[in-house]
């Protein structure tokens, strides 16, 4: 269990998974859930943390009028930020990077390679579970990769500010993955 309770909004981008998203995060605290079309009534500083959904209707590169306050948000909030899959494709888009079509939609498990300078104690290779057909090759001097597969940038953070990415979903498999405990190193983070 986590030892911090956070106040935290999960914006839904109509992900299929959202229950299981919103489940992992009540281990970390309170969760509010609000449709990302809603979000501009929000007062964003009564959140500890917000976390922007995957997503199984919209696309980051044909939406980008509906998502516009979303958009927004992840670059006028000081509030810590993380994106799941589509939300990780926002923060890559607002941050100068190509989302590209991959040559088939993955949906599977895959192993991808992090950061050992970031995630301190973690195996090289993490096994997480992976549903898009988007994703993103290079990264512009905003954001740094902390963790890649053989097709793409997987993990992702802002250089300055307290925003992270993750292309894959922590919330699916939690017994099958590893995924769910990068997710959790990521809070530590935040919270230092």
Same mark, same amino acid.
């Given at each position: 269990?986590?030892?911090?309770?956070?106040?935290?909004?999960?914006?839904? *981008?109509?992900?299929?998974?959202?229950?299981?998203?919103?489940?992992?995060?009540?281990?970390?605290?309170?969760?509010?859930?609000?449709?990302?079309?809603?979000?501009?009534?929000?007062?964003?500083?009564?959140?500890?943390?917000?976390?922007?959904?995957?997503?199984?209707?919209?696309?980051?590169?044909? *939406?980008? =009028?509906?998502?516009?306050?979303?958009?927004?948000?992840?670059?006028?909030?000081?509030?810590?930020? @993380?994106?799941?899959?589509?939300?990780?494709?926002?923060?890559?888009?607002?941050?100068?990077?190509?989302?590209?079509?991959?040559?088939?939609?993955?949906?599977?498990?895959?192993?991808?390679?992090?950061?050992?300078?970031?995630?301190?104690?973690?195996?090289?290779?993490?096994?997480?579970?992976?549903?898009?057909?988007?994703?993103?090759?290079?990264?512009?001097?905003?954001?740094?990769?902390?963790?890649?597969?053989?097709?793409?940038?997987?993990?992702?953070?802002?250089?300055?500010?307290? @925003?992270?990415?993750?292309?894959?979903?922590?919330?699916?498999?939690?017994?099958?993955?590893? =995924?769910?405990?990068?997710?959790?190193?990521?809070?530590?983070?935040? *919270?230092?």
């Amino acid at each position: 269990m986590y030892n911090k309770q956070l106040n935290i909004l999960l914006v839904d *981008n109509k992900s299929k998974s959202i229950d299981k998203l919103a489940a992992l995060l009540k281990n970390y605290g309170v969760v509010e859930n609000t449709d990302f079309k809603q979000i501009k009534d929000k007062n964003f500083s009564n959140f500890d943390l917000i976390v922007l959904s995957g997503s199984s209707l919209l696309n980051v590169n044909l *939406n980008l =009028g509906e998502i516009e306050e979303e958009i927004n948000l992840i670059k006028n909030t000081t509030t810590p930020i @993380i994106g799941i899959c589509f939300g990780f494709e926002l923060i890559c888009l607002v941050y100068g990077s190509k989302i590209e079509k991959l040559s088939e939609h993955l949906d599977e498990f895959r192993l991808i390679k992090i950061s050992r300078s970031f995630f301190v104690n973690a195996p090289e290779d993490i096994t997480v579970k992976e549903s898009h057909e988007w994703g993103v090759r290079s990264v512009k001097e905003d954001l740094e990769v902390l963790g890649v597969s053989k097709d793409s940038i997987e993990i992702v953070k802002h250089k300055s500010k307290k @925003i992270y990415g993750f292309q894959f979903h922590p919330e699916l498999f939690l017994e099958l993955t590893q =995924g769910d405990e990068l997710f959790k190193f990521v809070l530590q983070d935040i *919270n230092n």
